[in-house]
């Protein structure tokens, strides 16, 4: 006998984990980690991102970690970043720095040129990923002093 009541399910971690957020339609985990290993490798060896690399530490491994995290949180995914780091956001944690408008342009160019060259399944949810993380990325940029 199956009976029913008009109880809600209990919110829990796997119901806020809907398998069509933006963090599950691009491919999970892997896609965003592959996303951010390419943008990191790409501030590592093209020199087009030369300013933006020397604002960075010489070893980007908790870089790499972070922003995975950050990313699959920000897109409907695990939300381990935020839940590390209550109250916080992206212009939070980069306001101490100096962020000009020129390093700004080269984060999104990385990040957009990352998404491209992973391409996510999901390609044109991808492209407004990168229009959005690039939209942020130029608004941290300060005009020259």
Request: negative net charge; glycine residues 8%; contains cysteine.
């Amino acid at each position: 006998m199956v009976t029913t009541t008009d109880t809600p399910a209990p919110h829990t971690p796997a119901t806020e984990k809907l398998p069509n957020s933006p963090f599950h339609l691009l491919g999970g985990h892997p896609v965003v980690q592959a996303i951010v290993d390419r943008f990191y490798d790409l501030m590592d060896s093209d020199p087009a991102y030369a300013e933006l690399r020397a604002m960075h530490a010489p070893d980007l491994t908790k870089m790499r970690s972070a922003l995975a995290q950050f990313l699959a949180g920000w897109s409907g995914g695990p939300r381990d970043w935020f839940e590390a780091n209550p109250g916080r956001c992206m212009m939070s944690v980069h306001k101490p720095y100096t962020i000009t408008r020129e390093a700004a342009g080269q984060w999104a160019e990385a990040m957009k040129r990352a998404i491209a060259d992973v391409a996510p399944a999901n390609a044109d949810l991808g492209r407004q990923m990168g229009e959005i993380l690039s939209e942020m990325a130029v608004g941290m940029g300060q005009p020259p002093q």
